[in-house]
């Protein structure tokens, strides 16, 4: 038998769970608790015998081979059930520590449990009754506070609207959920507003209140939601004292608060976000005591400093010196070091106290005359309002942070205004993970998710960065499953040691490059993943062929690192650093933007620079004034952003830019090169090309380089105007857009180019064969050719350099000559080959065969000869012609010879 029960005390969510499971295992039977919510136990009476649901004494005896429990994580005692018994949990809350390893569970975070089946419902095409979706979004809208709780997800609308579709009926919706509270709970209700206490813990607003009932009350949850609903706390606590019992019911909005936990020390349960627990031989005051004790030993800060910390820290030693600090300054930017000697931290060393040391001249003194002195630091588990008062106490704007014996980062003054400036958002990590699932194949996001679980294991970080966050966000990859999305990975961390053990878990190779602290991870040819929560109900691994399921051939891990630069334009050296160091060094704010694969904050989006407010605002910026300086090629990556966006480069940004534009002189031809190319493959590479040339940057890399009205429009048409002619099918490459831009340059200039930027072999052949075609050709085209002639003049070229000079040329007489010949000439080869005239004609194999064949090609490019026979005939022509002593006696020999041979 196949069961599927909820808890007590059921309220729309799970009834409806009960329902949407035995959609899904038509086979099962769904076994009402013993008590319902008023509101149920009603909606029940009026419309009961149109569901599949048993009451507990309707229970037949027998095995249960599976047990299937909704909306809630605890097995409940049922005759039947024994070991065999295959035992699975759907729900809409993280696993409960108290669940065992033995249960499957399906758990996602979603408003309401019934979301996840209706999903499943929708996505299997089972038909729903009228009533059955009524009764499934009444589920939803209860659970979700119709839509209204900040734990709803888009998950839940979704389902909610196709349930609407189903002819779920609103208003009986509204009917039952409006349900007004009996004479007893309305006078319960008031003594509760009466009674409600307010309390601060770790920087949560937390309410109780406490109250006697006369007799028992039913449905005290119902009350518990309309008191969260009117103060709106981060939890509530109500403790009712009825007859023989006191009954304690919980609400909470945050993870922080586990009020699951909570209930469970006074003997109850449920979730983290709703609880209850029935307590006996104790009064309400013992039982109100005990639970500001249990509240303040329990409730984790709502902002932690590991939340808001930069992890990798550099510190000094109390015997280093000024000078030696002042170095490390101006090296890593920071305005602080921790001090540290033995392990421990033994002060704190600010900008302040270096500027001061070197003005009074104490350069080769110890830091330890000046340093603020103490075990000055935080936890990464203390809250935010412990920081503060760090900070307040000391006089500091960096604190050191410390797990156990080890200093694992710092905090400063920079990161508590940025939390406090940024824009609350509770289901912002779970927008995001959807948004990832619109546009990345299954199999990838869960691969992300296993790696970044493996990381976390062996205490990484790991994170997506950079462009696929930017176009996340920016939704200019909106289409759905791109099969290989660009993903840059960043390990704060071990990237190598990640990589491997990825390898070593699902198979493949690593290649790695311990200096820079990168792996690249070759994926074999399938792979075996977990499915993620609620992903599939039937099994709980997949096999995923890599070719097939969208995933990339290799993942690119990098290690967390800052970089230096010791002059302008030189290569950075690199070093390893934290996430937020390792942001820091991108090239613009929209590129800083990262999203945390962590098991814990999966989905989490970080932005320390104002990132996702410039893209907001449509904008290109630098992170410092110098950021241009230290690598030109800014120059070029900003405007091609600028104009594949359709954004602008702010002020300030393109006023330094104008400043930096003379140091790409100094700029390796290959890097220069490199970000050319980059803009040469984007969809429009005129629009900025011609930024660049406004700019003046083209002209600084090279003075004839130009992208000029003239340019601007070939490059369209080269994608746009090709329609009916011998290239419609030749697909625009960035080496035709080079062509173009140097179409117009003289050969010196060319070299000149071509020199400058260590143009490869193949592509400055191309160019140079695109200047001497319009150098040497083009000019002899100006009057109409013979085909013969016409063939003798453009065969040397290929076909993309003649698209481009068809391109270039404005001359109507030349641009039919070499449509022509693309479409007419170029594939003309006459009947007879080197075989027929070592056959027939006894000729011997030499440089007489090509001759022959270029000149008969030319005669029937010229109409002279059409069959095989006119051919021959030309052939005899020609030799006679040209015949003396010498070639007859050797065609001689050489046809004796052959006869010989025969």
């Known amino acids: 038998m196949h069961l599927v029960v909820t808890h007590e005390n059921a309220d729309f969510d799970a009834v409806a769970s009960l329902l949407g499971a035995v959609k899904l295992y038509p086979t099962a039977r769904a076994l009402l608790p013993n008590r319902l919510n008023r509101n149920v136990r009603d909606f029940l009476t009026l419309y009961g015998d149109e569901f599949p649901f048993l009451w507990p004494h309707e229970l037949p005896q027998g095995h249960v081979t599976r047990l299937t429990v909704v909306d809630t994580q605890h097995i409940p005692p049922l005759r039947g059930l024994d070991a065999q018994t295959v035992c699975r949990v759907i729900d809409h809350h993280a696993r409960a520590p108290h669940l065992s390893e033995g249960v499957i569970a399906t758990l996602q975070d979603t408003g309401a449990t019934v979301t996840l089946l209706v999903e499943e419902i929708k996505a299997q095409h089972i038909p729903l009754s009228p009533r059955e979706a009524t009764l499934l979004l009444l589920g939803i809208y209860e659970d979700t506070g119709s839509l209204l709780y900040s734990s709803t997800t888009p998950r839940d609308v979704y389902a909610a609207a196709w349930l609407m579709e189903q002819g779920a009926a609103m208003e009986v919706v509204r009917q039952f959920l409006k349900y007004p509270l009996s004479e007893e709970q309305q006078t319960l209700y008031r003594r509760l507003i009466d009674a409600m206490q307010t309390y601060s813990i770790s920087g949560h607003v937390i309410m109780v209140a406490t109250a006697t009932a006369e007799r028992y009350i039913?449905?005290?949850?119902?009350?518990?939601?309309?008191?969260?609903?009117?103060?709106?706390?981060?939890?509530?606590?109500?403790?009712?004292?009825?007859?023989?019992?006191?009954?304690?019911?919980?609400?909470?909005?945050?993870?922080?608060?586990?009020?699951?936990?909570?209930?469970?020390?006074?003997?109850?349960?449920?979730?983290?976000?709703?609880?209850?627990?029935?307590?006996?031989?104790?009064?309400?005051?013992?039982?109100?005591?005990?639970?500001?004790?249990?509240?303040?030993?329990?409730?984790?800060?709502?902002?932690?400093?590991?939340?808001?910390?930069?992890?990798?820290?550099?510190?000094?030693?109390?015997?280093?010196?000024?000078?030696?600090?002042?170095?490390?300054?101006?090296?890593?930017?920071?305005?602080?070091?921790?001090?540290?000697?033995?392990g421990r931290v033994v002060g704190v060393l600010t900008r302040r106290e270096i500027d001061k040391a070197l003005h009074h001249k104490l350069g080769n003194s110890a830091i330890s005359r000046i340093m603020r002195k103490g075990e000055i630091y935080?936890?990464?588990?203390?809250?935010?309002?412990?920081?503060?008062?760090?900070?307040?106490?000391?006089?500091?704007?960096?604190?050191?942070?410390?797990?156990?014996?080890?200093?694992?980062?710092?905090?400063?003054?920079?990161?508590?205004?940025?939390?406090?400036?940024?824009?609350?958002?509770?289901?912002?990590?779970?927008q995001m993970v959807r948004r990832m699932e619109e546009v990345m194949p299954a199999a990838l996001l869960q691969l992300l998710r296993e790696a970044g679980r493996i990381a976390a294991e062996q205490g990484d970080t790991l994170y997506i960065v950079g462009g696929f966050v930017r176009d996340l966000l920016h939704r200019t990859n909106s289409q759905n499953h791109v099969p290989y999305p660009d993903i840059d990975l960043v390990v704060e961390g071990d990237a190598i040691r990640l990589a491997r053990r990825l390898a070593q878990q699902y198979g493949g190779q690593v290649r790695s490059h311990q200096r820079f602290g990168t792996a690249k991870w070759l994926l074999p040819p399938a792979l075996q993943l977990s499915k993620a929560h609620g992903q599939s109900m039937p099994s709980a691994e997949t096999h995923v062929d890599v070719a097939t399921q969208g995933l990339p051939p290799a993942l690119d891990f990098v290690t967390a690192?800052?970089?230096?630069?010791?002059?302008?334009?030189?290569?950075?050296?690199?070093?390893?650093?934290?996430?937020?160091?390792?942001?820091?060094?991108?090239?613009?704010?929209?590129?800083?933007?990262?999203?945390?694969?962590?098991?814990?904050?999966?989905?989490?989006?970080?932005?320390?620079?104002?990132?996702?407010?410039?893209?907001?605002?449509?904008?290109?910026?630098?992170?410092?004034?110098?950021?241009?300086?230290?690598?030109?090629?800014?120059?070029?990556?900003?405007?091609?952003?600028?104009?594949?966006?359709?954004?602008?480069?702010?002020?300030?940004?393109?006023?330094?830019?104008?400043?930096?534009?003379?140091?790409l002189d100094r700029v390796s031809g290959e890097r220069i090169l490199h970000e050319l190319l980059l803009i040469l493959r984007e969809a429009e590479p005129e629009r900025a090309l011609s930024r660049l040339d406004a700019l003046g940057v083209l002209r600084q890399v090279h003075p004839a380089l130009r992208a000029d009205a003239w340019a601007v429009q070939r490059m369209a048409a080269l994608r746009q105007a090709r329609e009916g002619t011998p290239w419609e099918r030749v697909k625009p490459a960035e080496g035709h857009y080079l062509s173009i831009l140097t179409f117009r340059m003289d050969q010196a200039a060319l070299e000149q180019l071509i020199t400058r930027l260590h143009v490869p072999g193949q592509l400055a052949?191309?160019?140079?064969?695109?200047?001497?075609?319009?150098?040497?050709?083009?000019?002899?085209?100006?009057?109409?050719?013979?085909?013969?002639?016409?063939?003798?003049?453009?065969?040397?070229?290929?076909?993309?350099?003649?698209?481009?000079?068809?391109?270039?040329?404005?001359?109507?007489?030349?641009?039919?000559?070499?449509?022509?010949?693309?479409?007419?000439?170029?594939?003309?080869?006459?009947?007879?080959?080197?075989?027929?005239l070592?056959?027939?004609?006894?000729?011997?194999?030499?440089?007489?065969?090509?001759?022959?064949?270029?000149?008969?090609?030319?005669?029937?490019?010229?109409?002279?000869?059409?069959?095989?026979?006119?051919?021959?005939?030309?052939?005899?022509?020609?030799?006679?012609?040209r015949a003396d002593g010498m070639v007859t006696a050797e065609a001689q020999r050489w046809g004796e010879r052959d006869d010989s041979h025969g």
């Open 765 to 836: 052949d191309t160019l140079r064969q695109v200047e001497l075609l319009r150098r040497t050709r083009l000019p002899l085209l100006e009057e109409p050719q013979r085909p013969s002639r016409l063939y003798a003049l453009l065969a040397p070229f290929d076909t993309h350099s003649l698209l481009i000079a068809w391109l270039g040329s404005e001359d109507a007489i030349v641009r039919a000559q070499l449509a022509q010949f693309e479409s007419e000439l170029r594939g003309v080869q006459p009947i007879i080959d080197g075989h027929y």
């Open 218 to 342: 039913e449905e005290i949850s119902t009350l518990a939601h309309k008191l969260r609903d009117l103060f709106e706390p981060d939890a509530l606590f109500l403790l009712v004292a009825m007859e023989d019992h006191i009954q304690l019911v919980a609400r909470s909005t945050t993870d922080a608060i586990d009020v699951g936990f909570i209930a469970g020390m006074f003997g109850g349960g449920g979730h983290a976000r709703a609880a209850a627990a029935l307590v006996r031989g104790v009064n309400v005051e013992e039982v109100h005591a005990q639970l500001l004790d249990l509240l303040h030993r329990s409730v984790r800060p709502s902002v932690t400093v590991g939340d808001i910390m930069s992890r990798g820290v550099h510190t000094l030693s109390p015997h280093d010196t000024v000078a030696r600090a002042a170095e490390m300054m101006a090296r890593y930017g920071h305005e602080g070091f921790p001090v540290v000697e033995g």
């Open 378 to 430: 935080v936890t990464p588990h203390d809250s935010v309002e412990k920081l503060q008062e760090v900070m307040t106490r000391e006089g500091i704007g960096q604190v050191p942070v410390v797990n156990g014996d080890q200093v694992i980062g710092i905090v400063t003054r920079t990161d508590l205004i940025k939390l406090w400036s940024a824009a609350p958002s509770a289901s912002r990590a779970a």
């Open 561 to 663: 690192r800052m970089e230096f630069y010791e002059h302008p334009t030189a290569l950075p050296e690199v070093e390893r650093s934290s996430i937020k160091q390792d942001l820091h060094r991108r090239d613009f704010t929209i590129n800083t933007l990262a999203i945390c694969l962590a098991p814990d904050r999966f989905g989490e989006l970080l932005d320390f620079y104002g990132g996702e407010h410039d893209l907001q605002r449509g904008l290109i910026r630098v992170l410092h004034s110098l950021s241009f300086v230290e690598d030109p090629t800014r120059i070029l990556r900003a405007v091609r952003l600028e104009q594949r966006l359709g954004f602008q480069i702010e002020a300030r940004t393109l006023e330094l830019l104008q400043g930096a534009i003379d140091l």
């Open 838 to 881: 070592r056959r027939v004609f006894k000729l011997r194999p030499g440089p007489i065969y090509r001759q022959i064949i270029d000149a008969l090609r030319g005669a029937r490019l010229d109409g002279e000869v059409v069959t095989l026979e006119d051919e021959h005939a030309w052939v005899e022509r020609w030799l006679s012609e």
